[in-house]
């Protein structure tokens, strides 16, 4: 099989996609809050902090009174942003969790283990083991990713099986797909109200996994092991039993990525139709006039007043002057 | 005898190993335990009276709350209670892992991985052995064009 980096980019197209989305709640944010005398170079960052709060606040009491509908939906994107954030902090305290239930690999504890990584690609791995019956393999670790196999997974695959893995895992730790999906699931958790966000978000899950498959089968020319692998930890129940509450799941399955590694077709399905990104565009646009327009008339006046009021009051300090 | 399954509700995320799970003292019982197999509490406090002071009505009350728990079986011969696990160390060492796992999957903000398996769609078995199948052949074929040349 040849390797095919088309999967590769697809991912990296499909991350910047969503990046670029990612700019729809910021710009609407921007544009309310753009009036409300932040713009003044704070002295500290206590004060930043209190000059933004007490912006939103008076922006949002001005906006209520005139544009409830525009205050709604300007609380909406804030909310999102807010929702994703904490999601985003829960993971990555969640994420530290998951790494302290493993120990690192010491070699002559799992002789299978030990032959599968005497590969020269494999000979610097950062390989955790994790004390759990389930076959499992993942990347685990934004900064600086480490590999993580469960004794159930190295029980149940063969050396060559197993090379596989590392060689597919070692792919997500040289790309630090870790890092990629937290901007990916973060995007996608802020994005919720855009049809197209998600699908997106699942298109790229498949495209990292593909690289991922494509890696692998490059590195070890034995597609029919890596299959097997896959065969052989998906009927140890692997992803009912733990991933059960994984939000952000590929279209592909196991069985798509088999046929696939066997030259058999496979093709990942994209959930991505013209219909998501139709109907994304005229929510976003929609929400774009909601919220911009009624800055454009007199009220963008009165914010400007508002802001020139807010600039008279004397801010706040917490800031111990420097001798 | 009591064979309920082990309560594993308590978890200390900052502890190492079986203090997870455990407070120090059932942590050290349940090894006595593990290390000798079936005991009384006559013989764990003996075992453990050599590690640290401790007094005999102590350890009988916490084996009972170990029993209690599920950790371990209570038999009652004609003399003393006889404590054995209810399973081996690996296996609680496992059991302990994956409920911590399915735990932390099932949280608000799941651990960021890239798994081997991402989806969670439900499989046919049927088909897996299908793909089983596939696999075999094209082995036996590899082995084949390998003889061949």
């Not at chain 1, 170079?41 to 409830?68: D, G, I, K, S």
């Not at chain 1, 994984?246 to 093709?267: Q, Y």
Request: hydrophobic share 45%; proline share 5%; charged share 25%.
């Amino acid at each position: 099989m040849t390797p095919r980096p088309e999967a590769s980019r697809r991912a990296g197209r499909l991350l910047g996609v969503l990046s670029l989305l990612g700019l729809i709640p910021v710009a609407g944010l921007g544009i309310v809050l753009s009036g409300a005398g932040t713009n003044e170079f704070p002295h500290t960052l206590v004060n930043a902090c209190l000059a933004t709060m007490r912006a939103a606040w008076q922006v949002t009491e001005q906006h209520l009174a005139m544009h409830p509908l525009t205050t709604g939906i300007a609380l909406l994107l804030g909310g999102s942003l807010a929702w994703a954030t904490l999601r985003t902090l829960a993971s990555v305290a969640n994420t530290r969790k998951l790494l302290t239930e493993s120990e690192t690999y010491t070699p002559g504890r799992y002789p299978t283990l030990d032959t599968a990584r005497a590969h020269r690609a494999l000979s610097g791995l950062a390989l955790r083991v994790l004390t759990s019956s389930r076959p499992l393999a993942f990347t685990v670790g934004l900064w600086r990713p480490q590999i993580v196999v469960s004794e159930g997974i190295i029980a149940r695959l063969s050396e060559a099986e197993l090379r596989g893995v590392l060689f597919h895992e070692r792919s997500h730790a040289h790309r630090r797909d870790p890092l990629r999906l937290l901007v990916v699931r973060f995007l996608a958790d802020a994005l919720w109200f855009l049809p197209v966000a998600r699908s997106l978000a699942r298109d790229f899950v498949d495209a990292v996994e593909e690289s991922a498959d494509d890696w692998a089968v490059e590195a070890t020319r034995q597609p029919v092991e890596l299959a097997s692998a896959l065969v052989k930890a998906a009927k140890g129940g692997a992803p009912q039993a733990v991933l059960a509450g994984t939000s952000l799941a590929g279209n592909l399955s196991v069985e798509d990525r088999v046929e696939r590694l066997l030259g058999l077709g496979g093709k990942a399905r994209s959930g991505t139709t013209r219909g998501k990104w139709a109907a994304s565009g005229f929510i976003g646009l929609a929400l774009f006039i909601l919220v911009a327009l009624p800055l454009s008339g007199q009220e963008a006046a009165s914010l400007k007043a508002m802001d020139e009021a807010m600039r008279r009051m004397p801010m706040m300090s917490c800031s111990v002057p420097l001798r | 005898m009591d064979t309920k399954r082990p309560n594993l509700n308590i978890f200390r995320p900052s502890e190492k190993g079986l203090r997870k799970i455990f407070g120090d003292l059932e942590a050290d019982i349940m090894e006595a335990i593990w290390a000798r197999g079936p005991a009384t509490v006559a013989d764990v406090h003996k075992l453990l009276e050599g590690q640290r002071e401790i007094a005999y009505t102590t350890v009988k009350t916490v084996m009972g709350r170990l029993a209690e728990k599920g950790h371990l079986h209570r038999r009652i011969t004609d003399r003393a209670h006889v404590f054995t696990p209810t399973s081996s160390r690996e296996a609680f060492l496992r059991e302990v892992s994956d409920a911590i796992l399915a735990g932390l999957f099932s949280e608000f903000g799941q651990p960021i991985a890239a798994h081997l398996l991402e989806s969670i769609s439900q499989w046919d078995p049927a088909s897996l052995d299908r793909l089983e199948r596939l696999i075999e052949e094209r082995r036996a074929r590899q082995k084949l064009e390998e003889g061949d040349s």
